[in-house]
């Protein structure tokens, strides 16, 4: 079994900065993406920033020059550094990573719980 456990959200006034972490736990064979997504009331999950395994970054063109996504392979923790946040970054931001599980033969996306970020004006 694999989990994905989600720290750092909270409120936080615009301007400010917040770090969300990720770390996967369990029988993890490897993980290849990892990223964050984000959900605001009454809309879709968007992607927020992906990074691949080898350290390529993805990132949404309303985070971009704001957020860094990096990871820590070691310690199967993915990160994302927030900074001169806005009112409409605030959503529940969840961690996803693509992970083979020990003995597996397909990979399969796994979520964490997610965690609230609220972005004061």
């Known amino acids: 079994q694999v989990q994905l456990v989600e720290s750092g959200g909270g409120l936080v006034q615009a301007g400010g900065s917040l770090r969300l972490s990720c770390a996967a736990s369990?029988?993890?064979?490897?993980?290849?993406?990892m990223g964050w997504y984000r959900q605001a009331p009454e809309k879709q999950r968007e992607l927020v920033a992906l990074i691949a395994s080898g350290g390529r970054t993805n990132y949404a063109d309303s985070v971009k020059g704001r957020f860094t996504i990096s990871r820590d392979n070691a310690r199967n923790t993915v990160y994302l550094q927030m900074n001169s946040l806005k009112p409409e970054d605030t959503a529940v931001y969840y961690c996803?990573?693509?992970?083979?599980?020990?003995?597996?033969?397909?990979?399969?996306?796994?979520w964490g719980q997610g965690t609230q970020v609220t972005v004061s004006s």
């Open positions: 996803n990573a693509l992970i083979l599980v020990t003995g597996g033969i397909w990979k399969k996306a796994y």
């Open positions: 369990g029988s993890i064979g490897s993980i290849n993406d």
